[in-house]
């Protein structure tokens, strides 16, 4: 994976300095905060027997990528890139009147960003304020349930790995939103905020707490993002 991520980055700095009045690249760092939403909030399976689900706050993870800007002029860019995200989310189960049972997903996510980019002028000196809405395409590599990378059902039975039980595939709406600050030589200091909500079902395959039910995960992150712009 880190070997695919570099191939990215030396193909977009290529890019850059072949086109450099056009396209600019970036390399980024993004501390995030991770939550899901669960729906329905509750099923019942009988009379005796129904389940309830809530999401159970935030969680903070980290992400890295690199980032390529194309100008279309001076105020308007697209943009695209590559991210790795380590994201995680938890809710609650409860089944009847049984205590409360917190499950924690962590995945490790590969991230390819599309948007375009509305850049202002100078607000102040090397100063530029931007917002950039887009589309997230999400493919899950990696991840683990309360901890656990994989599971056995029962005794006997073949185990199984978590990412087989959740969607490999994700879509996200993203908005963004920050400042560009240059420093010297056309090297520019980027700190905005991105959110990204998701849009799919994360859950695959429903497991001994949800089946027979129409149980689904939606995951939302917000990001801190930290990056140079060559």
Same mark, same amino acid.
């Given at each position: 994976m880190k070997s695919k991520i570099c191939i990215v980055a030396l193909a977009i700095a290529c890019l850059a300095?072949?086109?450099?009045?056009?396209?600019?690249?970036?390399?980024?760092?993004?501390? +995030?905060?991770?939550? =899901?939403?669960?729906?329905?909030? =509750?099923?019942?399976? =009988?009379? +005796?027997?129904?389940? +309830?689900?809530? =999401?159970?706050?935030?969680?903070?993870?980290?992400?890295?990528?690199?980032?390529?800007?194309?100008y279309l002029n001076q105020n308007v860019a697209f943009t695209f890139g590559l991210n790795y995200i380590f994201s995680s989310s938890t809710y609650l189960i409860k089944k009847s009147n049984v205590e409360e049972i917190n499950r924690k997903f962590d995945t490790q996510i590969l991230q390819i960003p599309l948007g375009i980019k509305l850049i202002s002028n100078e607000v102040v000196d090397n100063l530029k304020l931007y917002v950039s809405p887009g589309l997230g395409i999400n493919f899950l590599t990696a991840a683990s349930v309360d901890g656990r990378p994989s599971f056995q059902k029962s005794v006997g039975q073949p185990v199984t790995r978590y990412n087989s039980e959740l969607n490999l595939i994700d879509l996200s709406v993203m908005g963004s939103g920050g400042m560009e600050y240059e420093l010297a030589n056309e090297m520019k200091l980027v700190i905005g905020i991105t959110?990204?909500?998701?849009? @799919?079902?994360? /859950?695959?395959?429903? /497991?001994?707490?949800?089946?027979?039910?129409?149980? +689904?995960?939606? /995951?939302?992150? @917000?990001?801190l993002d930290l990056g140079l712009k060559f």
């Open positions: 300095q072949a086109q450099e009045n056009e396209l600019k690249f970036g390399l980024k760092v993004f501390p +995030t905060i991770g939550w =899901s939403r669960v729906s329905p909030d =509750s099923y019942s399976v =009988s009379s +005796t027997e129904n389940y +309830t689900f809530k =999401s159970d706050g935030a969680k903070v993870g980290i992400g890295f990528g690199v980032f390529a800007d194309y959110y990204m909500h998701g849009l @799919l079902n994360a /859950n695959r395959v429903s /497991n001994d707490y949800i089946k027979n039910s129409d149980f +689904t995960l939606k /995951n939302n992150i @917000l990001c």
